[in-house]
């Protein structure tokens, strides 16, 4: 580069010495060669060069000054070019991403604990079966299967598969809940006054059937629970109906003596 800017700076004199006739008797020497560095080296009195050795002077400095340019440029397109390549910093060490395991267990603790949450605001009584319905995401088809496990599916397509799940059994076996009954749930049944007021009936609720429909394009898992009413009347122990009605809100068990007892 030093020597390019000696070049610069002595232009002028070079195309003055090219304009200017060499004088009689002057000795003409040649052009000094590259130097070690393999930078061209301008000689010290240009007076003393022939028009044809300046002329051949400007020529190497050009050429010089092109083939430095072309390597600047190289030089800065080089590293993008690498970088947009790799995408990764040179100083990143690239770390190898394992998608999140799918947790059966969590997945259908969420769905008891949603799907109870509304079971409790649908209203009940002895012939009314409201359904709820909760919506899942799903990560992917192998993991629905294994959601649902041994269960057997209704139908396979290549839009849907489906799941029919019959009666509390089975709906509480699939999603392992420890407790046998939903409550309290709302009651919109009839009931007996007593002094002219209506009594508040604590209700009990269990699951009636699950209908199970997946999505394969969307990997949404649509879980239509329907539930009925299971029982009435809050005895001590609170985790049990004192009257049980069967699927079809007939009485099958209770003391209505013992429940009378409390209102006389």
């Not at 300046?54 to 030089?75: D, F």
Request: proline share 6%; hydrophobic share 40%.
């Amino acid at each position: 580069m030093s020597a390019i800017n000696e070049a610069n700076l002595k232009m002028p004199a070079v195309a003055e010495a090219i304009s200017k006739p060499a004088e009689a008797g002057t000795k003409r020497k040649a052009v000094t060669p590259p130097n070690k560095s393999g930078m061209i080296e301008i000689p010290a009195d240009l007076n003393a060069l022939s028009k044809e050795q300046l002329i051949a002077l400007v020529n190497e400095l050009v050429n010089e000054r092109s083939t430095m340019n072309r390597g600047l440029k190289k030089a800065r397109t080089a590293a993008p070019a690498s970088a947009a390549k790799s995408n990764v910093l040179p100083f990143a060490s690239p770390v190898a991403s394992s998608a999140p395991k799918f947790d059966v267990v969590a997945v259908k603790k969420r769905i008891s604990k949603n799907s109870a949450s509304l079971i409790k605001k649908a209203a009940h009584n002895r012939a009314k079966k409201p359904f709820t319905e909760i919506v899942e995401c799903v990560p992917s088809e192998a993991a629905v299967m294994t959601l649902f496990d041994s269960i057997p599916t209704v139908s396979n397509s290549a839009r849907m598969i489906k799941w029919k799940l019959n009666g509390n059994e089975e709906v509480m076996n699939w999603l392992g809940n420890p407790f046998e009954y939903i409550h309290p749930v709302k009651f919109d049944g009839k009931t007996m006054s007593l002094g002219g007021t209506r009594p508040k009936i604590y209700a009990f609720a269990n699951y009636d059937s699950l209908e199970a429909k997946f999505e394969k394009k969307t990997n949404t898992l649509n879980l239509k629970f329907r539930s009925r009413l299971a029982g009435t009347g809050k005895n001590d122990g609170g985790d049990k109906p004192m009257f049980l009605y069967d699927k079809n809100g007939k009485q099958i068990m209770g003391d209505m003596d013992a429940f009378l007892s409390r209102y006389m």
